[in-house]
Structure formats: structure tokens, C-alpha cells
């Protein structure tokens, strides 16, 4: 979609070409949608979507540790650096009975 290359191009212009200027991308939570983009599987080339979008603006991407698979995706077609950080532990707080 071409609203969403813009939205890139405006992240990356500075204020005086029209954008906002950002020194970094910072990308939070897993299944991002710019490592997914066409181009090759391992890497990029410079006919590779998430490296025409990205340029050379730094990509942070804070990663839960749970999913290392999809961090190295983002590590390596995404240019991301990766941070992560762990899933916080969770249990069942079951129903009240009137609440049932």
C-alpha cells in the first residue's frame, strides 16, 4: 500500500522536507510487519522491501525472549536491534462464584 511506504518516508525526512525528523525506529511487541516483506529470506539486497523502507534509519525492536525464531526474522531482514525482555508469569484468577 502506498500509505504504508509514506508512513516510512515521513519517519525518516526531516522536519524541513515535511516529516519528523526520527533518529531511530523503535518497533515493540513480536510480528512486525516489515521483516515480513518480500525479498530474500536470509538478508536483503538493495532490491529488498524492508531495506528500501528502512534506509539507513536504526531499527530497534524490543522482542519477548519466548520467540527467538521470529527475533532472528527481525534481526536479519529487519536490521533490527534486538532487545528483549521477559514474558512476565501469569496464572488463572478463576471466576468469583457470583460472578460465574
Known amino acids: 500500500h502506498p500509505q504504508y511506504c509514506a508512513a516510512y518516508e515521513w519517519v525518516k525526512k526531516s522536519v524541513d522536507d515535511g516529516g519528523i525528523g526520527a533518529q531511530a525506529i523503535i518497533h515493540l511487541g513480536m510480528h512486525g510487519t516489515v521483516e515480513w516483506l518480500p525479498g530474500l529470506p536470509l538478508g536483503n539486497d538493495r532490491r529488498s522491501w524492508p531495506d528500501s ?33 521477559n514474558v512476565p508469569p501469569y496464572g488463572r484468577a478463576g471466576l468469583y462464584l457470583d460472578l460465574a
Open 53 to 85: 523502507l528502512l534506509g539507513a534509519i536504526p531499527n530497534i525492536y524490543l522482542y519477548a525472549t519466548n520467540n527467538p525464531s521470529e527475533s532472528i526474522l527481525a534481526k536479519r531482514r529487519g536490521y533490527g536491534t534486538i532487545v528483549s525482555y
